[in-house]
């Protein structure tokens, strides 16, 4: 009889947790609503500041909390996502509160194109969750066209930022939707165009979605 190894002793214990995709999208849904409404004229100037306590106080909270989870539940896409939507937000909603309403901040505009660039990294990673990429992918748009308003200012760009803005909303919002039902039917309700990795994480036995765990972060020698 053999005797064990201590690689046959080792135990990776793994626990279920939520997906925290429906709510950092409905964060991102929440804030890119409210600046497009500054944006589009559909609300005064000076109520940006109000906008930006709200995306303070809710949006970047949750967003935090959904790149925390998204990095428990061993899926760097969704934490690196959240992550820099999180940051991104952040900037925006704290520079906006000090500034005067209706000015622009070139200072703020390359941050926001550097976060476009940023954004690029998950939504170019999601290949197995093309909705959850889309997301993320326009996510990068929108930051970069706003990026661009603030360091030139134009008036045609603020408004394809705010239009922009009303598209991402739509697509947060449709995205937080079909990954809440998800979640809860324990199946595709809504169409969340899996495929490759992200198709087996639904519909693949316990073999294969432990398959090559051991090379993960966290379990794996050395990040």
């Not at 997301?135 to 603030?150: N, P």
């Not at 809504?190 to 979605?209: F, K, S, T």
Request: charged share 10%; aromatic share 6%.
């Amino acid at each position: 009889m053999s005797t064990p190894t201590d690689t046959d002793r080792v135990r990776v214990v793994l626990r279920p947790v939520g997906s925290p995709l429906p709510l950092g999208f409905l964060g991102l849904f929440v804030a890119t609503t409210g600046f497009s409404a500054v944006q589009l004229g559909w609300v005064p100037a000076d109520q940006a500041a109000v906008i930006a306590a709200g995306v303070l106080v809710f949006t970047v909270p949750v967003q935090l909390l959904a790149s925390a989870i998204g990095f428990l539940a061993r899926d760097p896409v969704a934490g690196t996502g959240m992550g820099v939507l999180a940051g991104t937000w952040a900037a925006v909603g704290i520079t906006t509160l000090r500034a005067q309403p209706a000015t622009h901040s070139p200072g703020l505009g390359v941050l926001l194109v550097s976060a476009a660039a940023a954004m690029l990294v998950p939504a170019l990673s999601a290949s197995g969750k093309l909705v959850a990429a889309a997301v993320m992918a326009l996510s990068a748009v929108r930051f970069a066209c706003t990026g661009i308003v603030q360091l030139t200012g134009s008036a045609d760009w603020t408004r394809v930022a705010g239009w922009t803005g009303v598209a991402l909303a739509a697509l947060a919002l449709y995205a937080a939707l079909a990954f809440e039902l998800e979640d809860v039917h324990e199946r595709s309700v809504l169409p969340v165009l899996r495929r490759g990795a992200g198709a087996a994480a639904m519909n693949g036995g316990v073999e294969r979605q432990l398959d090559g765990i051991r090379h993960e972060a966290g379990v794996r020698l050395q990040l």
